[in-house]
């Protein structure tokens, strides 16, 4: 069953066109990869689905409503959390606060609360009063996904979750990717990496300049059909 | 002269303009709004308790606790329908909105209330002392200042220990993130103004029952409670209680030396700390 979809998203900053017509859909209980270069339209298409760039109504559909329309705190409370670009954990706030600050918008009692997320990373136990900033990148994109998790979303957006991390980080947090989906909830990876997101997703997308160029099972795809959407194919 | 005195006296006063500052330290936190209406609503807060004074004959402090929901709506109500329409990346709409509003709430006062001066009166308390020896304190100043370490304390623990508290330091962090969390910023200021309101409702009692009031002394009080937040430090709470007390103590040692030096000595002060700390004795580590 299609949980989220964008049907012909479009998207602009001023004069400038971000997306031109991007479907994508997203099955209960499935892991989605979206790839592509920077600039590509990945982050646009994340903000755009978590509410943080309103669309007309029915460009995003969650769970056969049409939600494009609405405020991003009305997407959170709906069950579709977010974890942003660059971490963007609050300074002023503890790794615990930041944690609880993810609560505000929960909507139902679910498997994640503190103790979970704690057991997921543990480190963040030890870490827990000091505040956000005291930690490394990988500990605070720890931080970030505990943070989304707290809102038991159904939808988890992770947006370039590995992005200038060191690769025993990257091993570490996707290594608590299976315990996250065990608990029902479908996830949306956006990823440069393009090797992390294969090896997870069950589903890829390949995005260039605003555009879908591929989509496909990891399985069916070859390297050369990535690299030439990925890139171009006169590239 | 005795200094112990002239000092004890100007802590003490220092207390008001912390009330005066508290609020607007608040909103300032919260979300980088500058209130050039806060005096004016300060002295509308001192009206409201005069006129729930007058009519039924209620104690001050009562009817000050009967004004400050009346005065919690109305922040909620202006920040919902005025203020959170001209907040943005640009500073200047909200200084203008709230320099109009100024204006208007003066206006409206003197229509509604006339020019007279007016006075909230606290019976036996205006003039009651406690001696401690050393220096004699009145009774007023000394509620006041507890009243200002009273509401500190409370908007610390609203702050540092709830929920709400949460939602606010996150959205004065990142509007956008925290709405990413389910928190609607809107919503979140509309209650910090309420709060602000509440505050200003205190600092009003205490205006209304210490000294004569008119509607064109807003200004005066905005510019002591602006000090007072510069002082300390803009975001920290204790801080604007430390600048109050500066700015207090400056006045009265001022005046002791010259009476006509009580106003001068205490924007002096203000001028010396921010030559010598330029962003306030306790800024937050980060901005």
């Not at chain 1, 979970?116 to 490394?136: D, H, K, M, N, Q």
């Not at chain 2, 006075?119 to 509620?143: F, I, K, Q, W």
Request: charged content about 15%; hydrophobic content about 55%.
């Amino acid at each position: 069953m299609t949980l989220l979809e964008t049907r012909g998203r479009t998207a602009r900053y001023g004069d400038f066109q971000a997306l031109f017509g991007v479907d994508i859909a997203l099955a209960q209980g499935q892991t989605v990869a979206i790839i592509g270069a920077n600039g590509a339209g990945k982050t646009t298409l994340m903000c755009s689905v978590s509410g943080v760039l309103r669309n007309a109504p029915d460009q995003v559909l969650f769970d056969g409503r049409a939600v494009g329309a609405l405020p991003a705190d009305e997407i959170t409370r709906l069950g579709i959390a977010m974890v942003p670009e660059g971490r963007r954990l609050f300074p002023s706030l503890s790794i615990e606060e930041n944690l609880l600050i993810g609560a505000y918008g929960r909507r139902a009692a679910g498997h994640w609360w503190l103790q979970t997320v704690y057991a997921l990373f543990p480190i963040l136990r030890e870490r827990r009063l000091s505040p956000g900033t005291a930690l490394s990148g990988g500990q605070q994109q720890m931080v970030a996904i505990g943070r989304a998790l707290m809102s038991n979303p159904r939808v988890l957006l992770c947006d370039e979750i590995s992005l200038g991390l060191a690769p025993v980080m990257i091993r570490d947090i996707y290594a608590a990717l299976p315990q996250i989906k065990a608990t029902g909830a479908s996830v949306v990876l956006v990823e440069q990496d393009i090797g992390q997101a294969m090896k997870v997703a069950d589903h890829v997308y390949c995005m260039m300049e605003g555009r879908v160029t591929l989509s496909g099972a990891p399985a069916t795809l070859s390297r050369e059909a990535i690299h030439d959407a990925y890139f171009g194919a006169h590239a | 002269m005795n200094w112990i005195d002239t000092i004890a006296q100007g802590v003490l006063l220092g207390g008001l303009y912390a009330l005066f500052a508290a609020g607007l330290s608040l909103v300032f936190g919260i979300m980088r709004l500058v209130n050039l209406a806060h005096g004016d609503l300060i002295v509308m807060g001192a009206y409201l308790i005069l006129l729930v004074v007058s009519l039924t004959g209620m104690n001050p402090f009562l009817a000050a606790m009967v004004a400050m929901p009346v005065m919690f709506a109305l922040g909620w109500g202006l920040q919902r329908v005025v203020l959170n329409r001209v907040l943005g990346p640009d500073i200047l709409p909200p200084l203008l909105v709230t320099f109009g509003l100024s204006i208007v709430l003066q206006n409206v006062l003197l229509q509604g209330f006339s020019a007279d001066s007016r006075r909230v009166g606290a019976g036996a308390l205006e003039t009651a002392s406690v001696d401690l020896g050393v220096v004699t304190l009145g009774v007023m100043p000394l509620l006041t200042f507890a009243s200002a370490v009273g509401v500190i304390v409370a908007l610390n623990w609203v702050f540092y220990r709830t929920s709400l508290g949460r939602a606010f330091r996150a959205t004065s962090d990142d509007p956008v993130t925290a709405s990413l969390m389910g928190i609607r910023p809107q919503g979140i200021f509309a209650v910090a103004t309420g709060i602000a309101l509440v505050v200003v409702t205190i600092a009003a009692l205490y205006l209304g029952m210490r000294a004569n009031f008119d509607p064109t002394i807003g200004p005066a009080r905005l510019i002591y409670a602006f000090e007072a937040v510069i002082i300390g430090g803009l975001g920290s709470l204790w801080g604007t209680l430390a600048g109050g007390m500066i700015i207090g103590v400056a006045q009265t040692v001022g005046a002791a030396i010259n009476p006509e030096w009580q106003i001068l000595a205490g924007h002096v002060a203000f001028l010396v700390v921010l030559l010598i700390r330029p962003r306030g004795l306790f800024p937050r580590a980060f901005d």
